[in-house]
């Protein structure tokens, strides 16, 4: 209780206690800098695949226009399926996938995208469309068939 408790306050408030430049260095070290603007910085938003840029009068937001599987993966999930991280299944893992296979490509996708257990709403990505989150749990399961 304690935990889920913790998790959903970081979850809440850590967007507001997080600073840019920090922001700056998670996107760096995750291979994702400069993907996300913010007004008059330039950036190379619209040379990502599937990713548009909506203006407002405050600021420059990535907006997703149906971004693939693996970029959805690449931008989100990854930074806890390449590592772990929570109990999260590791990609191409056999193991650690085979007693969620079982539940299949829908309830998988309805657990990513409304959050489980340790797993928060969407992985985070938090401008992630229902089919972008379905095609990035396809991604993670297309991974266990390759070899």
């Keep these: 209780m304690k935990q889920t408790i913790i998790i959903t306050a970081l979850i809440l408030f850590a967007p507001n206690l997080i600073s840019d430049s920090y922001e700056d260095e998670v996107r760096k070290r995750l291979g994702l800098k400069g993907q996300i603007c913010k007004q008059d910085e330039s950036c190379g938003v619209k040379s990502m695949p599937g990713v548009g840029v909506k203006s407002n009068k405050t600021e420059l937001v990535a907006v997703s226009e149906g971004r693939d599987g ?18 999260a299944p590791l990609l191409g893992d056999q193991a650690q996938w085979a007693s969620r296979l079982d539940k299949g490509l829908q309830t998988l996708t309805d657990n990513a995208y409304n959050g489980y257990n340790a797993m928060p709403a969407k992985g985070l990505c938090m401008d992630c469309t229902r089919e972008e989150i379905e095609q990035s749990v396809q991604y993670m399961l297309d991974a266990l068939t390759v070899n």
């Design 70 to 87: 693996k970029t959805v993966y690449d931008l989100g999930c990854a930074a806890c399926h390449n590592a772990g991280l929570a109990g």
